[in-house]
């Protein structure tokens, strides 16, 4: 596969992956505002608090899991590597950043696995970020009782 479209695509791989982690984060958001509006008008259970911090915890895995398994199937379809249990495998090392080296990536693939990592650690600095602040407002809430 030619360089640059090697990294075209895996450009836009990071791209479609951090738009649906944005988008997860949306709609997680989304519901814990609805869910502000309703402690608002009436007394909010611990239940459903509990639910609402459930829900955001659960897109928040949901769009991590997601993301691996795009830069497995990438790596599946590119040909980088042939079983698919090695693609999720080194998606998961890379995208950690733990990166063991048991299973590289041959030259012509390596900006890929670099890549990987980046979308990895955008990811879970992203997710810190939402959590944090979700926290926040999660903590005001409670103390607003």
């Given at each position: 596969?030619?360089?640059f479209v090697l990294i075209v695509n895996v450009s836009l791989l990071?791209?479609?992956?951090?738009?649906?982690?944005?988008?997860m984060k949306v709609y997680a958001a989304g519901k814990f505002q609805e869910h502000e509006r309703k402690k608002n008008t009436e007394s909010a259970?611990?239940?459903?608090?509990?639910s609402i911090v459930s829900i955001v915890v659960f897109f928040l895995l949901l769009s991590h899991t997601i993301h691996l398994y795009l830069w497995a199937i990438a790596l599946l379809v590119m040909g980088a590597l042939a079983a698919s249990e090695d693609a999720i495998y080194?998606?998961?090392?890379?995208y950690t950043t733990a990166g063991y080296g048991?299973?590289?990536?041959g030259p012509e693939y390596r900006i890929f696995g670099a890549m990987a990592a980046v979308n990895g650690v955008l990811a879970f600095g992203l997710t810190t970020a939402f959590l944090v602040a979700f926290f926040r407002r999660y903590s005001a809430?409670?103390?607003?009782?």
């Open positions: 596969m030619d360089t990071l791209v479609i992956c951090k738009f649906i982690q944005v988008a259970s611990s239940t459903s608090m509990f080194f998606a998961l090392a890379t048991d299973i590289v990536l809430l409670l103390s607003d009782d």
